[in-house]
């Protein structure tokens, strides 16, 4: 038996690769980290638990639908009857159960790659155990669940369609406008002058590697970032929330970066995400214990491609090349000069810039 407080996604990878059937149940998910497990070519199931046949958002299972259409040895269920909120991970070899992690971490990127002692899991291994009773019981648990499942393609179950945005009029000193959903927030990729003009960032927002002293030199776009105000946080304490003023990574290093969270972009793209940055110390600047972002952008740190990542994504979107400095011209043509960036579940968000088609 062993306590996991690091490292997760490693663990749970080398456990898949070692077994020939996989059972995972959590209550929430990221797309990306059921796809990387779907892709080793090991029989798996997964259940989710926390959604409802109602409640799971379009473009979440429109990505699902995709990726269990892609791999041929997965399933992916809904438990329909209630809610489950388990963290089990079931590890299987030759139809027999071998070892489980349970624990705190949801099946994905933001639970599997959180900060050291942010989740836990507990390994119990048919090995190390002197019975196989914790193991019995989990495996009749999984019986249980798969009771009250269905297939991700029964027709019992209808995406909820995401609420189209209507736009509430700026009040006084408002920078931004309202979205009129709590869980939506309008992203604006310019700033306001004091003439209440709209201007891009020189050397920031979508044009972040336009600044003097840029260290990304080798990168194959320039980088960016979507800008988080301070209004922002104000209005929509359920998508911007504080983390840690000093946070180290599983490394041990010092990070100015939430934890990983996976955002779907409404033409499908999955991309790995962090909130970087500081602004607002809490509860004072005297005595600094958490501190909320400044910026949301690129975040898998494995690459080493950072902010490159969202400029490139979003020029290839507007159709410019991957250094153009995007002015206010360019966003008016493209048909949006914002982000509509909205909280699914924990750790996962999506992200509209539908603008103008492109020809």
């Given at each position: 038996?062993?306590?996991?407080?690091?490292?997760?996604?490693?663990?749970?990878?080398?456990?898949?690769?070692?077994s020939?059937?996989?059972?995972?149940?959590?209550?929430?998910?990221?797309?990306?980290?059921?796809?990387?497990?779907?892709?080793?070519?090991?029989?798996?199931?997964?259940?989710?638990?926390?959604?409802?046949?109602?409640?799971i958002?379009?473009?979440?299972?429109?990505?699902?639908?995709?990726?269990?259409?892609?791999?041929?040895?997965?399933?992916?269920?809904?438990?329909?009857?209630?809610?489950?909120?388990?963290?089990?991970?079931?590890?299987?070899?030759?139809?027999?159960?071998?070892?489980?992690?349970v624990?705190?971490?949801?099946?994905?990127?933001?639970?599997?790659?959180?900060?050291?002692?942010?989740?836990?899991?507990?390994?119990?291994?048919?090995?190390?155990?002197?019975?196989?009773?914790?193991?019995?019981?989990?495996?009749?648990?999984?019986?249980?669940?798969?009771?009250?499942?269905?297939?991700?393609?029964?027709?019992?179950?209808?995406?909820?369609?995401?609420?189209?945005?209507?736009?509430?009029?700026?009040?006084?000193?408002?920078?931004?406008?309202?979205?009129?959903?709590?869980?939506?927030?309008?992203?604006?990729?310019?700033?306001?002058?004091?003439?209440?003009?709209?201007?891009?960032?020189?050397?920031?927002?979508?044009?972040?590697?336009?600044?003097?002293?840029?260290?990304?030199?080798?990168?194959?776009?320039?980088?960016?970032?979507?800008?988080?105000?301070?209004?922002?946080?104000d209005?929509?304490?359920?998508?911007?929330?504080?983390?840690?003023?000093?946070?180290?990574?599983?490394?041990?290093?010092?990070?100015?970066?939430?934890?990983?969270?996976?955002?779907?972009?409404?033409?499908?793209?999955?991309?790995?995400?962090?909130?970087?940055?500081?602004?607002?110390?809490?509860?004072?600047?005297?005595?600094?214990?958490?501190?909320?972002?400044?910026q949301?952008?690129?975040?898998d740190?494995?690459?080493?491609?950072?902010?490159?990542?969202?400029?490139?994504?979003?020029?290839?979107?507007?159709?410019?090349?991957?250094?153009?400095?995007?002015?206010?011209?360019?966003?008016?043509?493209?048909?949006?000069?914002?982000?509509?960036?909205?909280?699914v579940?924990?750790?996962?968000?999506?992200?509209?810039?539908?603008?103008?088609?492109?020809?």
């Open positions: 038996m062993a306590i996991l407080v690091k490292n997760l996604k490693k663990k749970v990878l080398e456990n898949a690769k070692e020939d059937q996989i059972i995972i149940i959590t209550g929430y998910f990221s797309p990306d980290m059921i796809d990387e497990i779907a892709k080793m070519g090991v029989p798996f199931v997964y259940y989710y638990g926390m959604y409802g046949i109602d409640k958002a379009k473009p979440v299972y429109d990505k699902l639908i995709s990726i269990n259409n892609s791999n041929s040895n997965l399933k992916l269920k809904f438990v329909h009857t209630q809610r489950v909120h388990t963290k089990c991970y079931l590890f299987y070899k030759n139809t027999k159960l071998e070892n489980a992690l624990g705190s971490a949801n099946c994905s990127i933001n639970g599997l790659c959180s900060i050291e002692n942010a989740e836990m899991l507990i390994e119990l291994n048919k090995k190390e155990l002197k019975s196989d009773r914790y193991l019995f019981e989990l495996n009749e648990y999984i019986k249980r669940i798969e009771k009250i499942a269905i297939d991700i393609s029964d027709p019992a179950i209808v995406p909820k369609k995401l609420k189209d945005v209507k736009k509430h009029r700026k009040r006084g000193k408002d920078k931004i406008q309202d979205s009129g959903n709590p869980l939506s927030a309008i992203m604006p990729l310019y700033k306001v002058d004091k003439k209440g003009r709209k201007k891009t960032y020189k050397a920031g927002g979508p044009n972040w590697g336009n600044q003097k002293g840029n260290v990304a030199t080798k990168q194959d776009a320039m980088e960016a970032y979507i800008p988080i105000l301070t209004e922002h946080l209005k929509y304490p359920l998508l911007f929330q504080p983390y840690p003023v000093d946070r180290l990574t599983t490394g041990g290093k010092k990070t100015r970066k939430s934890d990983p969270v996976t955002v779907i972009w409404d033409d499908g793209e999955m991309m790995t995400m962090t909130f970087q940055g500081t602004q607002r110390a809490y509860p004072s600047k005297q005595n600094p214990l958490m501190v909320y972002p400044k949301l952008s690129y975040g740190d494995s690459t080493k491609r950072g902010g490159a990542v969202l400029g490139k994504y979003l020029r290839k979107r507007m159709n410019v090349d991957p250094f153009h400095i995007i002015t206010i011209n360019d966003l008016k043509k493209y048909g949006r000069d914002h982000i509509l960036l909205t909280y579940s924990p750790g996962l968000y999506t992200a509209d810039f539908s603008g103008t088609p492109l020809t």
